[in-house]
C-alpha cells in the first residue's frame, strides 16, 4: 500500500505576524499601525481561508485512506468494519499510515474467522 498517497501536499502556512508599535510611537507611528493592523486583519483572513482548504483536504485524505486500508484487509462492508479501524487508529496512529495498517491487518484477520 503506498502511504505517500494520502499525505496532504497543500502548504501548512506560517501565521501572519502581528504588528507592533516602536516605542515611544510618533503620531506618523499610530497611522502607519493602523495601516499595518488593516494589511494584517486581510492576511489573517486569507491565512485562515487557505487553512480551511488544508484541513478540508487533511479530512478528505484521511477518509481515503480508511475507505482504502478497509478495502485492501477485506472489511469493506463488515458490520465491525467502523470498530476495527476506530481501535486500530486509536492503537497505530502515533506510528503513521503503516502502523493504523498493520493493527488492523491483525483485526481483520480475527474478525473474518
Known amino acids: 500500500m503506498d502511504f505517500d498517497k494520502y499525505k496532504n ?8 505576524a502581528k ?8 503620531p506618523e507611528d499610530y497611522r502607519k499601525h493602523a495601516d499595518d493592523m488593516e494589511a ?14 488544508y484541513y478540508a483536504e487533511g479530512k478528505r485524505l484521511l477518509e481515503l485512506f480508511k475507505q482504502d486500508v478497509l478495502a485492501d484487509v477485506g472489511l469493506t462492508n463488515h458490520p465491525k468494519a ?3 479501524y476506530g481501535l486500530a487508529w486509536e492503537n497505530g496512529h502515533s506510528g503513521g ?5 498493520s493493527h488492523l491487518l491483525d483485526y481483520a484477520e480475527l474478525l473474518k474467522d
Open 19 to 26: 504588528p507592533t508599535l516602536p516605542k515611544n510611537p510618533t
Open 82 to 84: 467502523d470498530k476495527a
Open 9 to 16: 501536499k497543500l502548504p501548512y502556512l506560517p501565521r501572519p
Open 97 to 101: 499510515y503503516s502502523e493504523v495498517f
Open 40 to 53: 494584517h486583519a486581510q492576511a489573517v483572513t486569507e491565512f485562515l481561508k487557505e487553512m480551511d482548504k
